[in-house]
């Protein structure tokens, strides 16, 4: 996956995994969707707190209260339901932060999650890179716009081009190599992350 099209999605507090809607990797959701909901001791106490606040009528305790839940980044709508019913709610619904496809699921229903750790990471899949491998004596043939034409194991008889856009600064020790990234456009998801892909480079030997 193109990384700067990859989000993380991370628990705004400490809990349990109550419920967890992505079945598997692969399963793709929109912006807004319900990922999981969390059951937390934490944002419950947070709460009371706010509720108690609201029944001394202290505005200042109030907002520290609401503050305090902002902090825990819990949702606007949320903090307006407990200020609305005078309630508090230990469950909180984990939404989604973009849309994509689960590259990633670091977690089951009913596992304990620590505040800000990653459950799930999602990418938008309309482009990818193709990293390949170009051995350490063939770095001086290659260079930045060059094109490659590949093919794909999954895909047989198609050929495609592609350009470089970038050459990693270090060498891989044990295998003498370095990635050589093309990126892709890819909005009929022909190019799945982790295909295998097999790339030439024409060059002149001309000195």
């Given amino acids: 996956p193109d990384q700067r099209l990859q989000q993380s999605q991370s628990a705004y ?20 969707q ?7 001791p934490e944002l419950y106490t947070a709460e009371q707190e706010l509720v108690s606040a609201i029944g001394t009528g202290q505005q200042v305790l109030i907002e520290a209260a609401v503050e305090k839940l902002r902090l825990l980044n819990v949702p606007q709508s949320q903090v307006d339901e407990v200020v609305k019913t005078g309630k508090a709610s ?17 977690v089951e229903q009913g596992d304990y999650a620590k505040q ?24 001086p043939l290659l260079h930045k716009g060059q094109q490659v034409a590949f093919s794909a194991e999954a895909l047989p008889g198609e ?12 060498l891989n020790g044990q295998t003498r190599t370095v990635g050589v990234r093309v990126e892709l456009a890819n909005g009929g998801g022909k190019f799945k992350p982790e295909m295998l892909l097999v ?9």
């Fill in 13 to 32: 507090v400490g809990g349990r995994i109550e419920r967890l809607m992505i079945n598997a990797v692969g399963d793709v959701v929109g912006k807004g």
């Fill in 34 to 40: 319900t990922l999981a909901v969390i059951y937390s």
């Fill in 90 to 106: 230990p469950y909180v619904q984990l939404k989604a932060n973009t849309s994509g496809t689960v590259v990633k699921k670091m």
């Fill in 116 to 139: 800000g750790q990653s459950l799930l990471q999602i990418a938008n899949l309309s482009r990818v890179w193709a990293i390949f491998q170009a051995y350490e004596t063939d770095l």
């Fill in 159 to 170: 050929t495609f081009t592609g350009r470089i856009a970038f050459i990693d600064p270090i």
């Fill in 199 to 207: 790339g030439h480079v024409a060059v002149s030997m001309q000195q």
